[in-house]
């Protein structure tokens, strides 16, 4: 992408991002990819860095663990590993092992995970596993980066042999130790080394009594160290077997180097791979910290942002606990260039480096701070005028250098042009100051790039309703509090609150009222027309939010009216239900029981002389069955004369019998015991075998 000037990274603050996003980078390879991110202008590329930076985004915020774990900056012992004869130390070796096995691990881990993250999976499509360096690697390493005692023979041989010697030598010098101090010649009876020796602490008269190698003396002169003459060719032993181990241990790293450098080409893969992830985990990172999301990306030039934030204005506010007004604002072919008036520190400048930040974040591969619903173009080239362009090398003044950028705007400006230009024609005579910036517009709008441009002049706020593609946008102001309210009002333009602002200032209201006798008539009049309508536009959207606010009271409301009864409905149902789910099964039991009596009544038939009491063991379970008839009956037309209530029985309540379904007023209650009026008989009860019912409307009739 080309960037005019060049410090345009800096006016839009792309520069912050970036430095938030190298703090995310655990690898120096991610932060090399930071200090050299591209800002494409082909929407494939954007496209997939966004869905890799949105797919790591949903790996973190689900509490899954992707296994990138490998942060070691190892350029240089890939360097190594390309020179013919380099030699890689034991803990080198171990940082190769760990970086070949967190390859393993994230392939396992895609493999595991089938197909959930594509875009970062084709990343490793066609990365491949080789086990044989972790292999030779652990065949001679040790997990802290020791080279093992069976890496070979020899070295066995040598440490056995080593381990050997040194217990010999450590066991005749403590022999030595307790002789001279029994004698009484140490000045201290610790052992000491010097130049690699094992030595011992004697007084400094005794030197010429004790045999053994003088190896140094104290600071005092008082003490001597000397090499007890015994131990000195077990030491002598010692040393050469130590420099043995070393040739040895550098021979198998030099052996396991040779053979690991094999896979240079792969090791490279895997470390380039790694750095990658990383880069894409601190986009993710910072995009859960932005609360940023991915919006739609589209090949054509435009701008459509739905509550969108200042990414570091939105994280500087959460830090303080304050509130960030959301952006909505759109630039197209036909809504090409956007013209924002209104007070000064209203958030005019705010809302226009909103708009830059987030296109370059999204051409750079980064998620950005506004509604998944926000559609975002591809521009070629960005143009920005912020702040003060006073150039004293050049000794250029500030209405100067603002003409030279806007030279190169009208230039070099296309319809793949996104620009930016903060507080248009400022720096020169009002007048004709406003004359310059409505021909600069005009000529931009012709050419059908798409920008922004704060202004005060009266004359651009009118050109939207004269030139094709121009609309205006104003930062609202509540003048009764007389602070700004940070919202952008498209589509009309904006008054300046000269007199309000300068009214909240302090300034002597004697000053105040003589401004307004000096400003001339017409100027004034236009500017008091914008006020007033601008406030009622501020009252209007305060009776919105209110009406709003009732609405959504209202229908929550009305869902939890809806709730409750389909919930009352839901539980008469159930209580109806379960009464007659109890008949049926009451009916059930009959019927098997009566099948086992009748079964029994034809074999006792068969064999008992006395008929007369089969008979009449036969009659008793026929009557049975006719009252059991007659309580279905008797439920059937209680269903269709009273609903079932529930709930704890009141004295005065309609309840229904649960067995019989005979149906009467409750009296009185006492504990279980209850009396129920049936027609104008009152019956003591069990209040547990009835429920409370209330009688069905009767349907008019027609």
């Known amino acids: 992408m080309q960037l005019y000037p060049a410090n345009a990274i800096e006016a839009l603050e792309f520069n912050k991002v970036c430095d938030l996003l190298m703090q995310k980078c655990r690898t120096d390879a991610a932060r090399e990819r930071v200090a050299n991110m591209r800002i494409h202008t082909h929407k494939d590329h954007a496209q997939r860095e966004l869905q890799q930076a949105l797919e790591y985004k949903n790996i973190l915020t689900s509490g899954d663990h992707f296994p990138n774990d490998h942060t070691r900056n190892m350029t240089k012992e890939l360097r190594l590993l390309a020179i013919p004869g380099g030699v890689l130390s034991g803990e080198q070796l171990l940082s190769v092992h760990q970086l070949a096995l967190s390859i393993r691990d994230i392939l396992l881990w895609f493999k595991k995970n089938n197909d959930l993250f594509p875009v970062l999976r084709a990343l490793s499509d066609k990365v491949t596993y080789e086990k044989k360096i972790a292999e030779t690697i652990t065949a001679v390493i040790d997990e802290t980066g020791m080279v093992r005692d069976n890496a070979s023979r020899e070295l066995m041989s040598i440490r056995a042999d080593l381990g050997r010697v040194r217990n010999e030598a450590r066991r005749v010098f403590e022999s030595v130790l307790r002789k001279w101090n029994k004698a009484g010649y140490l000045a201290d009876i610790g052992e000491s080394f010097l130049n690699g020796r094992r030595t011992a602490a004697v007084l400094a008269e005794y030197k010429r009594i004790v045999k053994g190698i003088l190896h140094g003396e104290s600071d005092t002169q008082k003490t001597v160290f000397i090499e007890p003459e015994e131990t000195t060719e077990l030491n002598n032993e010692i040393f050469s077997l130590e420099r043995a181990e070393a040739r040895e241990i550098q021979r198998i790293l030099a052996q396991a180097t040779k053979d690991v450098s094999v896979y240079a080409a792969h090791l490279e893969s895997y470390y380039h791979l790694c750095g990658v992830y990383d880069h894409i985990r601190a986009r993710a990172l910072l995009a859960i910290d932005m609360n940023a999301g991915m919006p739609i990306l589209s090949q054509h030039p435009g701008i459509n942002l739905e509550k969108a934030y200042h990414p570091l204005l939105y994280l500087y506010n959460r830090q303080h606990n304050k509130p960030t007004i959301p952006l909505n604002l759109r630039l197209d072919r036909q809504q090409r260039i956007l013209i924002i008036s209104g007070p000064n520190a209203g958030g005019k400048t705010v809302a226009m480096k909103t708009a830059g930040l987030l296109q370059l974040m999204v051409q750079a591969g980064l998620l950005i701070p506004a509604a998944e619903t926000s559609e975002m173009g591809i521009f070629r080239q960005i143009m920005v005028q912020i ?26 400006a296309d319809g793949k042009t996104l620009f930016f230009i903060d507080e248009l024609g400022s720096g020169s005579d009002p007048n004709l100051g406003g004359a310059f910036a409505e021909a600069i517009v005009e000529d931009l709008a012709h050419k059908h790039a798409l920008g922004i441009i704060t202004t005060h002049y009266l004359n651009l706020k009118v050109m939207a309703g004269k030139v094709r593609g121009i609309i205006n946008g104003a930062m609202t102001f509540d003048e009764e509090r007389l602070e700004p309210l940070y919202r952008l009002n498209i589509g009309k333009p904006g008054s300046s609150y000269t007199f309000a602002i300068a009214q909240r200032s302090g300034l002597p209201q004697s000053v105040i009222d003589r401004a307004r006798q000096l400003t001339q008539r017409e100027h004034f009049k236009l500017d008091k027309m914008l006020h007033q309508a601008e406030q009622q536009s501020v009252k209007l959207t305060d009776k919105e939010k209110e009406l709003d606010k009732l609405l959504k009271e209202n229908e929550r409301l009305r869902k939890h009216y809806e709730e409750a009864t389909n919930k009352e409905k839901r539980r008469h149902e159930y209580e109806t239900l379960k ?9 059930l039991d009959y019927l098997r029981d009566t099948e086992r009596k009748f079964k029994q009544i034809i074999h006792d038939w068969k064999k008992t002389e006395n008929k007369q009491e089969v008979i009449n063991a036969a009659e008793n379970v026929l009557f049975r069955k006719k009252q059991i008839q007659a309580n279905a009956s008797a439920a059937k037309k209680a269903d269709k004369t009273y609903d079932t209530v529930g709930g704890t029985p009141q004295p005065g309540d309609l309840v229904r019998h649960q067995a019989n379904h005979q149906v009467g007023t409750l009296q009185s209650l006492r504990d279980k015991r209850a009396v129920v009026l049936i027609g104008k008989m009152p019956f003591n009860v069990n209040i547990e075998e009835w429920v409370v019912v209330r009688k069905k409307k009767q349907k008019a009739e027609k």
């Open 387 to 412: 702040g003060d362009t006073q150039s004293i090398e050049h000794e250029l003044s500030t209405y100067s250098a603002h003409l030279q950028h806007m030279k190169h705007f009208m230039d070099f």
């Open 579 to 587: 009464l007659q789910n109890k008949v049926k099964k009451e009916e």
